[in-house]
């Protein structure tokens, strides 16, 4: 899941702390330079600055000799729509004090109970949907902040691939979550001869554990992506969709159209039913893996996302549908 990347070219740093939680990141707004830069050789020298984005962002091998993008990143840094949009974008997100906060206090957390972990240099882009919404590798983080600009502003996300249970998303509390849960897949040990959906649901069920013990502020509802409704009502028929899975034997289930239709994005989950939301699966794994490690003090997170066994976590979770 995790690209791996070497960040290259000059990050001006910004040291960001906050009381006992302080982790120095290294944090670029290049959406500014981009708006900023209204020549083609302005564009090219960014590009070759930050060559690491250039490939990984915009797919631009030999960053600034890629005329085509060149071109293309000079037209719209003047065009006027895309400057009343970018206008938006800014206000939205102002001088992003909240933003580094957050991330700063996450990759402390991460620090303490993964030592080896280093923070990313964070850069933000508003291109017009140039790019994805994020690219989350070991050494760099890319925002798309457009992606993130809320209901409001001038441009959406648009495609088939962005029916509004997606869209709701992208906002910006969501942000940061979204980059935690990606940074958790380097820690999150699998055993791939597994191919059960056990598997797959203990795997997002230690993802979901692993982004709520770095970001215990966060509500549940940023970190899966349910509304409150949603969490509520699910939460309170759990012992329904628990009986749905066990009657229809889908805990090792390994045929891969049925596993989706329980771990993919949907409105809602149509077997169980239309208050069911989509991915219900991925929730019935944070449960599983929640209440094994409340019921397991002793196991550190690391330790638990070192645990590639699967059915040992489910087993020793006690877990059966129940609400405590």
């Given amino acids: 899941m995790h690209l791996r990347a070497a960040l290259a070219g000059i990050f001006c740093l910004f040291l960001f702390a906050s009381c006992q939680k302080s982790e120095d990141i290294a944090f670029v707004r290049l959406d500014k330079q981009l708006s900023s830069s209204k020549s083609p050789d302005s564009i090219r020298a960014l590009l070759n600055q930050y060559p690491a984005v250039a490939q990984l962002y915009f797919n631009a091998n030999g960053a600034g000799n890629d005329t085509a993008l060149v071109h293309e990143l000079t037209n719209r840094a003047s065009n006027p729509d895309l400057l009343t949009f970018n206008q938006q974008v800014q206000n939205q997100f102002g001088d992003m004090a909240d933003l580094r906060a957050e991330l700063a206090g996450a990759f402390s957390n991460i620090k303490k109970d993964f030592p080896d972990f280093n923070s990313p240099n964070v850069v933000t882009v508003v291109t017009g949907f140039m790019g994805p919404d994020l690219v989350v590798t070991d050494s760099l983080i890319v925002i798309g902040l457009d992606y993130f600009a809320g209901p409001k ?172």
């Fill in 153 to 324: 502003a001038k441009y959406r996300p648009q495609g088939p691939e962005y029916p509004q249970y997606i869209l709701r998303r992208y906002a910006k509390d969501y942000i940061v979550p979204a980059i935690v849960f990606a940074i958790s897949d380097k820690y999150n040990a699998t055993n791939r001869t597994d191919q059960t959906m056990l598997a797959d649901m203990i795997y997002y069920g230690k993802g979901y554990v692993f982004t709520k013990n770095m970001l215990p502020e966060v509500p549940d509802s940023l970190i899966i992506g349910y509304s409150d409704k949603q969490l509520t009502q699910t939460f309170n028929a759990q012992d329904v969709v628990w009986a749905y899975f066990i009657d229809n034997q889908l805990l090792y289930q390994t045929n891969p159209a049925i596993k989706q239709r329980y771990l993919n994005e949907r409105p809602f989950t149509a077997e169980i039913g239309q208050a069911a939301p989509g991915a219900i699966g991925r929730w019935l794994g944070w449960r599983i893996v929640g209440k094994y490690h409340d019921e397991h003090p002793g196991v550190s997170i690391a330790e638990l996302m070192r645990n590639a066994d699967a059915r040992q976590i489910f087993e020793q979770s006690g877990y059966k549908g129940q609400k405590e």
